[in-house]
């Protein structure tokens, strides 16, 4: 079955860095475009960022552009979301998800805290 498990969150200060990962199994994961997700408390999940299946095309939120980067390596069937000058906006649960024949297919999130 499909499954998406995300790690690499943390706490860290504002202007801080973070990577986050997503490992997937159960589908052909070059097959697909993978995006990232936030929810942050009181908020609706909210559109990150977006990459093609064959990662040659990125799109992201205005929230985040110039700071997140989507990238994939599609050998290790692994997506990333690279994030860098953290401000405590970023402050969430991070997903990711991807589209299979209609199918939404979500991770279980990981948290990300951006506090002094």
């Known amino acids: 079955q499909v499954q998406l498990v995300e790690s690499g969150g943390g706490s860290v200060q504002p202007g801080g860095s973070l990577r986050l990962s997503c490992a997937a199994s159960?589908?052909?994961?070059?097959?697909?475009?993978m995006s990232w997700y936030r929810r942050s408390p009181g908020k609706e999940r909210e559109f990150v960022a977006r990459?093609?299946?064959?990662?040659?095309?990125?799109n992201y939120a205005d929230s985040v552009k110039g700071r997140f980067t989507i990238s994939r390596a599609n050998a290790k069937s692994t997506v990333y979301l690279q994030m860098n000058s953290l401000d405590v906006e970023d402050t969430a649960m991070y997903y990711c998800?991807?589209?299979?024949?209609?199918?939404?297919?979500w991770g279980q999130g990981t948290q990300v805290t951006v506090s002094s």
């Open positions: 159960g589908f052909t994961f070059s097959n697909y475009a």
């Open positions: 990459i093609t299946y064959l990662g040659d095309s990125t």
């Open positions: 998800r991807t589209q299979i024949l209609g199918t939404d297919y």
